[in-house]
């Protein structure tokens, strides 16, 4: 018969949360290489100066789909 204050639970559920708690640091960050090269190097740099065009817009562009012609019907799969 099981006992009413048995803890094994709480010992179940306390090394789940250990383990998802490593995998989380190990997973987590860390292998940024840029962060590396400062930490290493010890001088600071700095992004190349851009210049931004406001007539050009980096939105990607979708061509519309083509009208459905009437008649036709879609093909049965």
């Not at 006992?3 to 860390?30: D, K, T």
């Not at 840029?34 to 939105?59: H, I, L, M, Q």
Request: aromatic fraction near 6%; charge should be negative; avoid cysteine.
């Amino acid at each position: 018969m099981a006992e009413p204050n048995s803890n094994r639970m709480y010992i179940i559920i306390g090394a789940i949360v250990v383990i998802v708690a490593l995998l989380f640091f190990f997973m987590s960050g860390g292998d940024d290489p840029a962060a590396d090269a400062t930490a290493t190097d010890g001088t600071t740099t700095t992004a190349p100066a851009t210049t931004t065009d406001p007539a050009v817009d980096d939105a990607v562009e979708v061509e519309p789909a083509a009208p459905a012609t009437p008649g036709t019907t879609a093909p049965a799969n």
